[in-house]
């Protein structure tokens, strides 16, 4: 945990895991608090995700994923208590604008203790990657 002002930061150093991974690219890359290092999934293909367990169900109050590259990245993020039922909190998955990073407030009540983010597609043709995620809540 790491508070940033006020919020704290519920993902870092939290474990993680992917659907792949780039050699030098791993999953823990992208919850490190290292803007210069990056998760990068290992191939261009659709489907590609991204998970972290935050090791005890938490409220999420708001999402922020920043990317290594400005780029219109399409995807959705969700949460679950158990790791099998999962609840959308964000969609992003027809989302035409260019962006480095985003930041979401989420549904008052969004409880998990899993969070993943499953990308659908994105403009640049480049393999999945995110350059940090930070969940806050309690």
């Known amino acids: 945990v790491f508070q940033e002002n006020t919020r704290m930061n519920l993902t870092y150093q939290k474990p993680t895991r992917a ?4 050699v030098g690219y791993e999953a823990s890359q992208a919850n490190d608090r290292d803007p ?3 998760w990068q999934a290992g191939n261009a293909a659709p489907g590609a995700w991204w998970q972290v367990d935050l090791e005890s169900i938490i409220e999420i109050s ?3 994923i920043s990317f290594p590259d400005e780029a219109n990245y399409r995807y959705r993020a969700e949460i679950s208590e158990n790791g ?3 609840k959308v909190i964000t969609d992003q998955t027809l989302n035409t604008k260019a962006v480095k990073m985003q930041e979401f407030s989420v549904r008052s009540g969004d409880k998990g203790r899993f969070m993943r983010i499953i990308f659908t597609g994105q403009s640049n043709k480049k393999p999945a ?3 940090e ?3 806050f809540g309690k």
């Open 84 to 86: 099998e039922t999962w």
């Open 19 to 22: 659907s792949s991974e780039s």
């Open 36 to 38: 210069s290092s990056y």
């Open 129 to 131: 990657s995110i350059s």
């Open 133 to 135: 995620v930070e969940v």
């Open 62 to 64: 708001s999402l922020k």
